[in-house]
């Protein structure tokens, strides 16, 4: 029989009362057991409640702003009937404190805390975006962040707004900022006349467009400032070149429909994307140059064993690029299942920072919605993307007459520090290739 649990601050140190910065959760919201529910912060450290059982949230007791202390009851779980659980609980908390070099002693059992905070960061995520972007966002848009890491980023100059955090729920860590400001001052060669725009632009200048008719200022969400940071960077620091071709899909998109019972038997949808995921797979292997990131000191090339597509994907937040692993290993009907899971926990907000690490190529395909070509960004440190745009009918020559022809525009935009333009067209005729005859994909 499922219960009601008051969840409480548990122990929380020598603290009297306590900033709540984050509500992670809503009412009517399922979570997980372990799942962070809010983030707390005083002058010291971070803590995150997680929740002490999977269930469902059925009332929340606190909000941003407000001040807590152990004991409060801060929220109602239904739990789920298989938890077993007093109806009273403390859950523990994830303790992320302030490292100074001078000043107060750390004690010696939050020190070890820190240390397995530290050893725990991955790589920063190479795009976008976290699973708690929307509480951030409603938090006032501020970064998720300890003190000690505000302090150390302000003292740094580093824009915390700017940083994509890679611990758990998006937390910015002291590696994200350092990544950040190495990123920012191997840029700065590029920048000149101390004008705060790279390349001694001329800044843009303050307008008051009211003085010219009605406006309305929207807030942009914590994904879109944070996506187009990235994409100002890759932008500005990488050589991007697109090289534009279509593939003959009109034998791959009889054998889609031709299997779309089979995958609606299995609960999923076939669409084209999952055999663009195996042609590119297929070209990344003929191709290796395309499957490999610059070093950051530009000396060597990291050619990757592996392949793992990143897929752009479009939510109400914005962009965010989330990557399926090992797309080499798996069917088409295995990648759509995997790719109708990862978008909608896209766009209901719930991906992890590790969604997002490891991807080797993008696919930006634009194709359910229209367009004919269109030059997408890459998401470094990968070294080209492929953008997809709609099929659509054309008569093909075939040497005798004009043929009915279902046509998918390619555009595939590339870093030509890496590739040179004859391997661009190249590895896009053999996608095309691949496409016009998907069985090739499996020689
Ligand atoms: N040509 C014609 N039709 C296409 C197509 C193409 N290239 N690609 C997809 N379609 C069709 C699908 O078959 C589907 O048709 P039905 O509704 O008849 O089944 C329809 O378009 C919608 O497809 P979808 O978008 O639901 O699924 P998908 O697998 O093609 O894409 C996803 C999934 C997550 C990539 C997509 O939903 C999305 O978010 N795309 C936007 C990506 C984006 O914003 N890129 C821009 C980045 S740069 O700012």
Known sequence: MSKVIEIRIPDIGDFDGVDVIEVLVAIDQEVAKEESLFTLESDKATMEIPSPESGVITELKIAVGDVVKEGDVVALLMASAEADTPAETKAEVEVEVEVEPEGEPIPEVLNEEVETVVAEVPQPAPVIASASSKAVTSAGGMAHASPAIRRFARELGANLNQIVGSARAGRITRDDVKAF?????????????????????????????????????????????LSGSFLARNWISIPHVTQFDEADITEMEAFRKGNQELARARGTKLTPLPFMIKACVAALKQFPRFNASLSTDGESLVLKKYFHIGIAVDTDDGLVVPVLRNCDQKGLLELAEELAEVSQRARDGKLLPKDFQGGCFTISSLGGIGGTAFTPIINAPEVAILGVSRSYMKPLWNGMEFRPRLMLPLSLSYDHRVIDGASAARFTRYLAEMMADIRRVML
Do not use: H, N, Y
């Not at 060669?189 to 200048?205: C, D, I, Q, T, V």
């Open 181 to 225: 400001v190495k990123q920012a001052l191997s840029a700065a060669p590029a920048s000149s006349g101390g004008s705060g725009m790279p390349f001694g632009l001329p800044p843009l200048r303050e307008t008051d467009f009211s003085k010219f008719g009605q406006i309305e200022t929207q807030s942009l969400s914590r994904i879109q400032k």
